[in-house]
């Protein structure tokens, strides 16, 4: 990569990071091309040379967020963690997610654009149902999940679990307790109710 090229990725880099921090409290109807030349210091012409247009530049960005997201568990699970370490750190990315995209956002975002919906289905699809599905044969080869337990049931289990993280999370922050929910959201994940893990 020459001279040019670099100084271009890195343009483009930080317009994509501007955008990222805008959206953390904009609507994305509302953002205008306007505001991300501004907060990315470039002028409007630049955005639209390197993205084409609003709608294509909050994709791309999307995107490269899921891809950095799916690249660190990945690089996470192939990481010497017992498989609580596992499931903690599914629920806390969980929570940076929605912090980095509010959920009305979200649903805007797909709503509006059904490019984003097959893009996201696609990775999923690929990409993070295999990742849990690894996570979960791993735990019954080393003892940590039952082998009783069909790995699809375990599947729906932890996407219950993962689709009310964003409330109980919340929960815990106003009442200081974020510790102790998930020290317990594990053991209930682990050890249901009714029993204490062996010693």
Do not use: C
Not at 136 to 164: F, P, R, W
Request: proline share 3%.
């Amino acid at each position: 990569m020459n001279g040019f090229e670099k100084r271009a990725q890195q343009k483009k880099e930080k317009i994509m990071r501007s955008t990222l921090d805008l959206l953390k409290t904009s609507d994305p109807s509302k953002l205008r091309i306007a505001d991300i030349a501004e907060a990315a210091s470039v002028s409007q012409v630049t955005i639209y040379n390197y993205f084409g247009s609003k709608e294509a530049l909050v994709r791309e960005v999307f995107k490269d967020y899921m891809w950095t997201a799916i690249k660190e568990f990945e690089t996470f699970l192939a990481g010497e963690h017992s498989l609580k370490e596992k499931v903690e750190y599914i629920v806390f990315q969980k929570k940076k997610s929605s912090k980095t995209f509010d959920p009305q956002v979200m649903k805007q975002l797909w709503r509006d654009d059904p490019e984003m919906v097959r893009f996201v289905k696609e990775e999923y699809m690929a990409k993070g149902i295999p990742l849990v599905m690894r996570l979960i044969e791993d735990g019954k080869k080393n003892g940590e999940i039952s082998k009783a337990l069909s790995t699809n049931t375990i599947m729906m289990y932890m996407q219950m679990l993962t689709n009310q993280a964003d409330t109980m999370l919340d929960y815990a922050e106003e009442h200081g307790n974020m510790d102790m929910l998930i020290e317990e959201m594990v053991h209930l994940f682990f050890y249901g109710v009714g029993s204490n893990p062996n010693p």
